[in-house]
Each structure stands twice: as structure tokens, then as C-alpha cells.
């Protein structure tokens, strides 16, 4: 597998962290057992995405892995935020959104 493709695993499994971590904070500001398994889930995931990055790392210069998983990552974030969560669709993170893919497009040319 290529670079970009590990790359694009780091960022899946980090924005499935982050969606994990706010799951758990819907459940109760204690720290019960069903909010102790979505965090266990999100750390297991972010060591799951630090193998994929690391590999990532091996394939591709620094500096252009972490612009270009980052970027990824913010993406799939904000869309599983605005599809799952119902989070607001604006213009404003449409506009982000399309200026993180032309930035990271930038970086690999």
C-alpha cells in the first residue's frame, strides 16, 4: 500500500476517536462502565491510527503525512459530526472544508 493510503487510515481511525470521545460524554458526566468502553474504544482506535501513521511515516517525507492526514481527519470529522450528530451545515465548513483539500493537494505537488 502506498503512503497516502496509510495516511488516509491514521485520519479514519482519528476521527473515529474523536467520535468515540464525544459518544461518551452523552451518557453521563460520571464515570460509569458504558462511558469508560467508548473511551477504552477511542484509545484503542488512536493506537490503531498511530501504526497506520507510523507506517505512513515510512513512505512519505513528514512533511507532507501529517498536513495531509491531519487535513483528512478534519474533514471526515466535521462530516460525521454534520451526518451523525446533526451538527449545523454552513457555508463557513464548506468553505474549510474545501480549503484543507486544496491546502493538502497543495503540499503534494
Same mark, same amino acid.
Given at each position: 500500500m502506498n503512503g497516502f493510503l496509510w495516511c488516509a487510515l491514521a485520519a479514519l481511525a482519528s476521527a473515529m476517536a474523536t467520535f468515540l470521545i464525544k459518544m461518551s460524554n452523552g451518557h453521563s458526566a460520571d464515570m460509569n462502565m458504558v462511558r469508560i468502553a467508548f473511551l477504552g474504544g477511542a484509545g484503542a482506535t488512536y493506537a490503531i491510527g498511530f501504526v497506520c501513521y507510523s507506517v505512513a511515516l515510512q513512505k512519505l517525507d513528514m512533511s507532507i503525512a501529517y498536513p495531509v492526514? @491531519? =487535513?483528512?481527519a478534519m474533514v471526515m !470529522?466535521?462530516?460525521l459530526g454534520i451526518? !451523525?450528530?446533526g451538527e449545523s451545515f @454552513?457555508? =463557513?465548513k464548506i468553505i474549510g472544508m474545501l480549503l484543507i483539500a486544496?491546502?493538502?493537494f497543495a503540499l503534494v505537488r
Open positions: 492526514m @491531519t =487535513g483528512i !470529522v466535521a462530516i451526518a !451523525v450528530l @454552513t457555508s =463557513g486544496a491546502g493538502a
